[in-house]
């Protein structure tokens, strides 16, 4: 990669956070009209990743970036191959029509510049999240996306239903980056590389590690998260609460295929082995059969269509850990189709929610007059939706059916779970797509009409790209789908597929899915009803134990703050104390770590035997005063007997600090103990007295031991060495003391200055509040 194109594709990761800052300008000055040179933002990107296409369908890897932390080998890098730039090419070709779309289906909203910046930040989080080749920015944006996301989901902030559901989408997705971040650290101690294009010659590595099984857990977590897969999935469908645009976006090209793109990503890593083959078809297979179910139960368009996004990425992860041959190109195809189509028929649903005043399909019909142009988006989308041929959905399920296929029980249950859900599919997509347009017209909240350009536009160049690479399939496998396909399982890969219909099992499976989907489709309120049922009876699901969940743990952290913040200082005290006394005593004992106890020097000098007895009585009579305004005087006898030693010792400096310090505490302490009349001795019965004794003496005994061990190693000269050698040359200073602390450490010592000044503050602040009044 040149310079030019390296600050180029830089520029274009940073361009939506650009965009964002001039957007809410742009609407003040454009209104509505703002999404037209917003929309170029999105498609400027689209058309600079386009220019890498012929160099990815040769099976090259475009890499670049900037060193951030080259000691650490942290760097902002990219990594570009079929399935990034796939995601990437999605992301800015979907992104420009949802601008585009948002400046219509927005039109006159007070905070539209607002949501403008929004949706472009999000933008820009997925593209840096698809294209990072550094594990630290793969999670800087992984945690942007639900951070995004959650300002989208709740943009209508004034509705209780929107801050739930933006809420529950932000703990969800946000709880399962930390164990993607857990997993990307243990990846990192395995392998010792912190770059993904660096990773996938480590793959053995990886599944051979004892390890291997956290790993997979982890980065499941945080995929399964993301993606929906059950019991996660209760977050996507409540995520509606978004404006349209959102939804479309969310669902098409966006965050929830974060969690797959994340399981593509590393399948050359962490496939091919028994737990991934097993764990992901098995929990995607559940996934696509609940979400294709609930989705039969709804009547608003929206809720519709969010639960057969549920299903497909159930889809979309079973296929990705299948393991079979075909099942990398069915991911492939099944991602690229489920795109345009799910996008398409989500702006639909909000076309026809914004021109009629209700998405309830129960009470539409009959807009096929009046809505003709969006008539059609929906039905090119839904027959790609629904498999048939030509379209690109068809070549999807064909290979879906190709890849699943097989004569033995796993193949058998797993070929079932995707007609039943592909089936029911089907039905939901002919239901958006036909049930609100055909039979007699039925009145609505608003009087239909066609929407304007910058709504309809958006659906239906979705609708027909996915007319057109399934007629051109050839070209879009040799540009799109087998670089996809080759990322995904790691070693080249040739989609041939076209659009024709090929006669043998998966041409008769797909006739059984079409016919599931039909019979479903008649029957739809019938089903709705009994499925409805169902659900009922079962009463309890995820989405309610989200909520237990959240109202045990705020009853958890209420008793818990109780317990631990009951506001007295002296509990405080006692559990710090505590935590000190066992951090000292526990390791040696565990780890057997003693120090050599001293043997009492024979000939220890008359003075230094007066220091050391003084101290000692100092204790006493620390322990005989008989108030506390006089135990914190002779408290002060310690810290002179040890500023004496330091004398003694060859340390004047220490000496003297040690004499101001003693000094201003006493004083300090004194005027404090005096003012706020703290004299009466500790009044407490001798069995109160007791365990806060024995805290004391193991704290004492602790850190006299540690001493004892510090003071027994070896003793390494580095740090004296080098301040002998630089603090006459560098510093200028021949007293090297002083010169540690006002040239090697002048930023400490200022901290140590502030925390002194807060400190004495803190002690006016007591002095005067409190003046007077007996504690």
Not at 428 to 453: C, D, M, Q, R
Not at 520 to 547: Q, Y
Request: net charge neutral.
């Amino acid at each position: 990669m040149t310079p030019d194109t390296m600050g180029l594709t830089f520029l274009a990761f940073c361009l939506p956070f650009l965009g964002a800052l001039v957007a809410p300008a742009l609407t003040r000055v454009l209104g509505h009209n703002a999404a037209w040179p917003l929309a170029l933002i999105p498609l400027a990107i689209f058309f600079h990743f386009l220019g890498f296409n012929v160099e990815v369908a040769r099976g090259e890897v475009v890499t670049g970036g900037y060193a951030w932390v080259p000691a650490y080998n942290v760097s902002f890098s990219w990594l570009i191959d079929g399935l990034s730039l796939a995601f990437l090419l999605l992301i800015s070709g979907i992104g420009t029509l949802i601008v585009l779309y948002s400046g219509g289906y927005l039109k006159g909203h007070r905070h539209q510049g607002r949501f403008f910046s929004f949706i472009l930040m999000f933008m820009g989080s997925m593209l840096g999240l698809v294209a990072s080749d550094s594990f630290l920015m793969l999670f800087i944006f992984w945690e942007l996306t639900s951070i995004t996301s959650f300002l989208l989901i709740g943009f209508d902030h004034a509705r209780e239903a929107s801050r739930r559901a933006a809420l529950q989408a932000l703990i969800v997705t946000g709880g399962g980056g930390l164990f993607l971040l857990a997993g990307l650290l243990l990846i990192w101690n395995v392998t010792d590389v912190t770059q993904l294009s660096l990773l996938m010659s480590f793959g053995a590595e990886v599944r051979a590690s004892p390890f291997y099984l956290s790993i997979l857990f982890l980065i499941l977590g945080g995929a399964f998260t993301k993606s929906a897969q059950f019991p996660f999935h209760f977050w996507l469908p409540n995520a509606m609460e978004a404006p349209t645009p959102v939804s479309a976006y969310l669902h098409s090209a966006t965050m929830v295929k974060a969690g797959v793109y994340l399981l593509m990503r590393l399948n050359p890593v962490m496939g091919d082995t028994a737990a991934w083959e097993t764990i992901l078809p098995a929990f995607g297979g559940l996934t696509l059969l609940v979400g294709a179910v609930l989705a039969i139960r709804q009547t608003d368009l929206k809720l519709m269509l969010a639960y057969t996004t549920v299903a497909s990425l159930g889809l979309l992860v079973m296929l990705t850990g299948f393991g079979s041959e075909h099942a990398v190109a069915a991911a492939a195809l099944y991602l690229v189709a489920h795109s345009l189509f799910k996008g398409a028929l989500f702006m639909v649903a909000g076309l026809v929610d914004h021109e009629t005043g209700t998405r309830d399909i129960t009470k539409l019909g009959g807009l096929r007059r009046a809505m003709p142009v969006t008539f059609l988006a929906a039905v090119l989308a839904a027959l790609s939706m629904g498999g048939l041929p030509p379209f690109f959905g068809f070549l999807a399920k064909e290979e879906v059916y190709a890849a699943l296929a097989g004569g033995n029980i796993r193949a058998i249950a797993y070929t079932a779970a995707a007609i039943i859900g592909n089936g029911l599919m089907f039905a939901i997509a002919f239901a958006v797509a036909l049930k609100p347009f055909l039979g007699p017209p039925v009145e609505t909240p608003k009087h239909a009409h066609e929407g304007p350009v910058l709504l309809w536009i958006g659906p239906m160049l979705l609708a027909v790209k996915g007319l057109v690479i399934g007629l051109f399939s050839a070209t879009t496998h040799v540009l799109l789908t087998s670089p996809l396909a080759s990322a995904i399982a790691g070693k080249p890969e040739t989609i041939t597929i076209s659009a024709m219909p090929h006669f043998g099992v998966a041409f008769v499976l797909s006739l059984a899915t079409i016919a599931v989907g039909v019979l479903v489709f008649l029957s739809l309120d019938k089903v709705r009803t009994a499925v409805d049922g169902l659900v009922e009876d079962i009463g309890w699901g995820p989405d309610k134990g989200f909520d237990q969940a959240m109202r045990g743990l705020v009853r958890l952290s209420s008793a818990v703050s109780r317990l631990t913040q009951p506001g007295l200082m002296e509990i405080y005290m006692t559990a710090t104390f505590i935590v000190i006394a066992l951090a000292l005593l526990v390791p040696p004992f565990v780890y057997g770590e003693w120090p050599r106890l001293p043997v009492w020097p024979a000939n220890m000098p008359f003075h230094e035997l007066a220091v050391m007895v003084l101290a000692v009585v100092g204790i006493g009579a620390v322990l005989a005063a008989e108030n506390r305004l006089t135990a914190i005087v002779a408290l002060g006898i310690q810290g002179f007997c040890v500023a004496v030693l330091f004398l003694l010792f060859g340390a004047p400096d220490l000496a003297f600090t040690q004499f101001m310090i003693e000094t201003l505490s006493v004083v300090i302490l004194a005027l404090v103990m005096t003012r706020l009349k703290l004299t009466p001795r500790d009044h407490r019965p001798l069995r109160e007295k007791i365990p806060d004794a024995v805290i004391a003496i193991a704290c004492g005994l602790g850190f006299s031991l540690y001493l004892l061990k510090v003071t027994q190693g070896r003793f390494d000269t580095a740090l004296t060495d080098f301040f002998n050698l630089y603090s006459k040359t560098i510093a200028h200073g021949a007293n090297v003391v002083n010169v540690i602390i006002v040239d090697f450490r002048g930023t400490d010592t200022l901290g140590e200055i502030a925390v002194v000044m807060v400190t004495g503050l803190a002690i006016l602040s007591i002095i005067r509040v409190r003046a007077g009044r007996k504690v």
